[in-house]
């Protein structure tokens, strides 16, 4: 089957295409012009999806040395996301959907980040959980089985992501800061900036506290050295995401672990994970660096299982800003 996967759910315009899983291609357009506000413009978002769809579409086909009509299934994110900016890849799924005369499924974002452990026949077996660590979501979900998820926790604040890029803010980087924070971190010396670890009491994520933190320290001290605020807020930032999934470890007995979302990308994460890992004896999966940001793949793959388990789509499916993977279990999205 020879999908083609869109993403527009933020600021990345992406179109995949995957045949049985396997990708033949894979190109992101990221949006810049939201650097110089700091953050994701929603209106400029769903105007820029609008002009880099159809050429991205066409760019991915073409890398992937097929043609349109060639395609077989049209997957999308339908949500969590932006509304604006997700309408616009749901329309043009639709309207290929019907121009081509072909099938179209609306996905999940955060299903896609978890099929991403799949992408190139990767195998993992169930049970397994997963770490969702991206700039709108920070969660911990055990799946029993193919589409079947229990989110066991989850931020009750800002996201890790979102952290990154507000901490990088304060500190004058761009935006997307993430990255930012990762490079500056790499020159800082870990224990220059006392920074506490968030240890909420459930089986939660909280960032709120280590961000007021970070605020305080630099206001506290004008001269303060970037690196090592960068380096001290990036231990602090993943010891924490280290510490709850350890628990959640214990508490399914999970021997499978995935962790996927942007804050995958992080190399400094990726080490912690597989410290832990040696450390519990259990395996470990994290999908290569491109595939843990947004991406047309993901959405693919995702939407190729579900279509084979529960059918297409309704051509009157709605964009939904909130969908948490719960309310998706085991049904037809
Ligand atoms: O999954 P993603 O591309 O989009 C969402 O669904 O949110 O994740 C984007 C987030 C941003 O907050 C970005 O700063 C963060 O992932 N990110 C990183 C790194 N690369 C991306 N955070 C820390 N280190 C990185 N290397
Ligand atoms: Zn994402």
């Known amino acids: 089957?020879?999908?083609?996967?869109?993403?527009?759910?933020?600021?990345?315009?992406?179109?995949?295409?995957?045949?049985?899983?396997?990708?033949?291609?894979?190109?992101?357009?990221?949006q810049i012009a939201h650097s110089k506000f700091g953050g994701v413009v929603p209106e400029l978002a769903a105007r820029d999806h609008i002009r880099t769809v159809v050429p991205i579409t066409r760019v991915a086909l073409e890398v992937a040395k097929k043609r349109i009509h060639d395609i077989d299934l049209i997957s999308v994110t339908r949500g969590p996301g932006l509304i604006g900016a997700l309408l616009v890849g749901l329309s043009f799924a639709k309207s290929l959907s019907i121009a081509l005369q072909k099938p179209f499924i609306g996905v999940n974002h955060l299903e896609g980040?978890?099929?991403?452990?799949?992408?190139?026949?990767?195998?993992?077996?169930?049970?397994?959980?997963?770490?969702m660590v991206?700039?709108?979501?920070?969660?911990?979900?055990?799946?029993?089985?193919?589409?079947?998820?229990?989110?066991?926790?989850?931020?009750?604040?800002?996201?890790?992501?979102?952290?990154?890029?507000?901490?990088?803010?304060?500190?004058?980087?761009?935006?997307?800061?993430?990255?930012?924070i990762e490079k500056y971190a790499q020159q800082g010396t870990l224990g220059a900036v006392k920074l506490p670890v968030p240890r909420p009491k459930k089986l939660s994520f909280s960032y709120a506290g280590l961000k007021t933190a970070v605020l305080y320290y630099t206001r506290d001290n004008p001269d303060y050295e970037q690196h090592?605020?960068?380096?001290?807020?990036?231990?602090?930032?993943?010891?924490?995401?280290?510490?709850?999934?350890?628990?959640?470890?214990?508490?399914?007995?999970?021997?499978?672990?995935?962790?996927?979302?942007?804050?995958?990308?992080?190399?400094?994460?990726?080490?912690?994970?597989?410290?832990?890992?040696?450390?519990?004896?259990?395996?470990?999966?994290?999908?290569?660096?491109q595939y843990c940001t947004d991406n047309g793949a993901m959405i693919a793959l995702a939407g190729e299982r579900r279509f084979e388990r529960f059918g297409a789509s309704d051509l009157d499916a709605d964009a939904v800003a909130r969908e948490p993977l719960d309310a998706i279990a085991s049904s037809k999205s």
């Open 134 to 180: 991206s700039g709108g979501h920070t969660e911990v979900v055990f799946i029993e089985n193919e589409f079947v998820y229990r989110t066991l926790g989850r931020t009750t604040d800002d996201a890790c992501g979102e952290a990154f890029d507000k901490v990088a803010k304060l500190l004058g980087l761009p935006y997307p800061g993430g990255p930012y």
């Open 113 to 131: 980040h978890i099929y991403a452990l799949r992408l190139n026949g990767q195998r993992l077996q169930y049970p397994y959980l997963v770490l």
């Open 228 to 289: 090592d605020v960068a380096a001290n807020f990036q231990e602090s930032a993943l010891q924490h995401l280290v510490e709850v999934v350890d628990k959640a470890l214990d508490r399914t007995g999970a021997r499978n672990l995935g962790v996927v979302g942007g804050v995958s990308a992080n190399s400094c994460l990726r080490e912690k994970f597989r410290a832990l890992a040696r450390r519990k004896g259990i395996q470990l999966h994290i999908p290569d660096m």
């Open 1 to 30: 089957m020879l999908t083609l996967g869109i993403e527009t759910s933020c600021d990345e315009t992406a179109v995949g295409v995957v045949e049985d899983g396997t990708i033949l291609s894979n190109i992101v357009s990221s």
